[in-house]
């Protein structure tokens, strides 16, 4: 089986999940399981080292290639070398991941094509849907509760765990610190949390792993609801109004 046949789209309804085989020809059952691709979902490219590129949306599927255009509102796309190797991650509809390497054929400001398509096995290691994003943020430390002294940083992504982020500022793993974020037109969100990983990502940048301090039930349900929102590049204003620690 090709790689686009399995990943390829089918019906949404079933509960048959589509097997996959890497290059070898192995089937490979020891790793998370792989989404589908479908017409209209969206992708965010990274170069091989992880820095982020565009977010774009599929417009074409072909046995070989796969084209992404510009998101609903979207700005032009960053140009890439033609033939430079680029990481492609998104989520399908029952929000399992895709993870793809692949090689640039096209790039132009509204257009962004792929070939070579290999797929990115990984373990599974998570058990909730983890949105890759790239937008501002701060921090604040713990006995900050006002949030007076922002700390800028960018978001890297966020899950109903924790978060990765990207800050120019030293902090060390066990701190506790206050996050607030907020995504699109829905209202901040205030995470109390710990740093429970910490790596220089660039030369004077580093990344944090960020978790959450447990989330109620509620809580959970309401953000899951955003980010599969943001996910599908639906545009909905959240109705939550109070700003406080979740």
Known sequence: MGIFSSLFSRD?????????????GQSQTQSAPTGELFEGMRLDVTTADGIALLSGRVTSIAPTTLT??????????????IGATVLVNGYDKKMIPVSLRATVE??????????????????E????????????????????????????????????GGACVQSEYIHMEDEVLRLRVQLDD???????????????YTP?????????????????????????????????VHMRTEVGHW
Do not use: W
């Not at 949404?12 to 070898?24: F, K, V």
């Open 204 to 236: 004077g940048q580093f990344r944090y792993g960020f978790l959450f301090a447990q989330l109620t039930e509620e809580e959970i349900t309401s953000l899951n609801k955003i980010l599969f929102n943001i996910q599908m590049g639906v545009k909905r």
């Open 68 to 81: 992404l255009e510009r998101l609903p509102g979207g700005l032009a796309f960053k140009t890439c070398s």
């Open 12 to 24: 949404y309804e079933g509960d048959e999940e589509t097997g996959l085989e890497g290059s070898s």
């Open 125 to 160: 290691t998570r058990d909730s849907f983890r949105l890759p994003v790239n937008v501002p943020v701060s921090l604040y430390r713990q006995d900050d509760e006002h949030y007076k002294n922002p700390e800028e940083c960018i978001l890297v992504d966020i899950s109903t």
């Open 106 to 123: 096209e790039s132009t400001r509204i257009i962004f094509k792929l070939k070579n398509i290999q797929v990115e096995t990984h373990a």
């Open 186 to 200: 829905y209202a901040p969100m205030n995470f109390l949390g710990q740093i429970v990983r910490c790596a220089e």
